[in-house]
């Protein structure tokens, strides 16, 4: 019997016409998608796919993902989705995990996508724009300068300040949560005039501010560019 193949499919940040032509066909060839959804049921990244891809005649396979710090929580969670897609593989269904951004990047399908490809299924990553490239893009910002080194840090990340005062260009990714305390931050280290920051890319509810204390409380999906 055909053995399924796991699709990591990036969607891009927000954006529908941000998607890759691959991804695009990748989710027309899979019979199931496999969408993470918040507690309340919702599908940020089903919801872009189906900017650009008629879902109405898939399998749509709900993940709930936790979004904890407990490790032992993450790894059940973790555990628990790559389960129910392998259920999926084995009936001989390709399966397209949908992941926001780029799907090597902070992404909860390199955990499921270990645990399967580790229990001996096929798989394929296909990559996607990055939620802080598409905000340098709306931006008209460079992320690098000749020889200087890129930065890429989540917000919540232990010890930000020492990662803070490294050479080159920065990258703070979702910084919803902690962004006063990342402001007083940069304001400490004299970066504050060197940031730029992007609220929800993509989205409707998409905002820009060069003035980062413009900036009040913003959602998860924040990021701030800091230039070299």
Not at 44 to 63: C, F, M, P, R
Not at 88 to 93: K, Q, S
Not at 144 to 164: R, V
Request: one cysteine or more; aromatic letters at 6%.
């Amino acid at each position: 019997m055909k053995r399924g193949k796991l699709y990591g499919v990036s969607v891009g940040p927000g954006d529908p016409s941000l998607m890759t032509l691959k991804a695009v066909s990748c989710i027309q060839q899979c019979e199931v998608l496999a969408v993470p959804r918040t507690s309340d049921g919702n599908s940020l990244a089903l919801k872009i796919a189906k900017g650009t891809v008629d879902t109405s005649e898939k399998h749509i396979e709900y993940l709930n993902l936790l979004m904890t710090r407990d490790l032992a929580e993450l790894d059940k969670s973790y555990q628990a989705a790559a389960e129910r897609i392998e259920a999926h593989l084995e009936a001989g269904r390709d399966v397209a995990v949908l992941s926001l951004g780029d799907a090597s990047l902070f992404s909860s399908y390199s955990y499921i996508c270990r645990i399967l490809i580790e229990r001996g299924w096929d798989a394929e990553t296909i990559p996607g724009v990055t939620s802080f490239s598409a905000c340098a893009a709306l931006l008209n910002r460079s992320l690098t300068e000749k020889n200087m080194p890129l930065h890429i840090f989540p917000a919540s990340m232990p010890d930000l300040s020492s990662a803070l005062s490294l050479p080159g260009g920065k990258v703070v990714m979702k910084s919803g949560r902690a962004l006063s305390e990342v402001k007083r931050l940069l304001s400490e280290q004299g970066l504050a005039e060197r940031s730029a920051l992007v609220t929800d890319c993509g989205l409707p509810t998409q905002r820009a501010f060069s003035d980062i204390d413009e900036a009040g409380d913003e959602s998860y999906f924040t990021t701030i560019l800091i230039a070299p």
